[in-house]
């Protein structure tokens, strides 16, 4: 590996499939450090703190925020989501691969603070194909399906501002290129 590892930023929009790459990818390479998010949303069926997020009070984050705890935060579906800094500072002092999987708010937010970070946009082969996938979760009311669609919009069209583009066609192909991107294949 070169000098210090960059930070990498995966990001693009809900229901593209972000999670599922990483997780292949880290099942494969157990050495890239995904960042565990703080979030204000109640856990789903079968997340654990501290492993899938860190599931805290609107008054715990509301502290993180102040004192500058995170390094990026956003509002999203109303619910509010961070990234602890302390934690990702550390990891690549030491010269390991770090991956944040975030939205396109707290993807702007790291370019700010951090302009070295390389920044991953994951796009869906499709709008067809974004939209299959998050109505076909089934885990959320139609309301916030439409939300999701409405800011999905959005996030698309942010694709510029990104160094790099994924399609994700294939999980096993992306989490390859995401891989190489990061220096560890």
């Not at 990483?22 to 050495?31: D, G, I, L, S, Y």
């Not at 299959?132 to 399906?145: A, D, F, H």
Request: avoid cysteine.
């Amino acid at each position: 590996m070169s000098e210090r590892p960059r930070l990498t930023v995966l990001s693009g929009p809900s229901g593209v499939g972000k999670s599922t790459v990483v997780a292949h990818m880290r099942k494969e390479h157990p050495e890239v450090w995904l960042s565990v998010s703080a979030t204000t949303r109640k856990p789903r069926p079968g997340e654990q703190h501290g492993v899938h997020y860190f599931f805290v009070t609107d008054d715990e984050m509301d502290k993180l925020i102040a004192n500058g705890e995170l390094l990026e935060w956003a509002e999203f579906a109303g619910n509010r989501y961070g990234t602890p800094r302390a934690a990702v500072m550390e990891r690549l002092e030491k010269g390991e691969p770090v991956l944040l999987e975030i939205d396109l708010q707290g993807a702007r937010q790291v370019r700010e603070s951090m302009a070295d970070a390389h920044l991953v946009f994951l796009a869906p082969p499709s709008w067809e194909e974004l939209v299959r996938r998050l109505t076909g979760r089934g885990t959320e009311p139609p309301e916030v399906i439409e939300r999701r669609l409405a800011a999905a919009k959005i996030e698309l069209a942010a694709e510029p501002e990104f160094d790099e583009t994924l399609v994700n066609t294939s999980v096993e192909d992306v989490a390859r290129e995401l891989l190489a991107l990061m220096d560890v294949v």
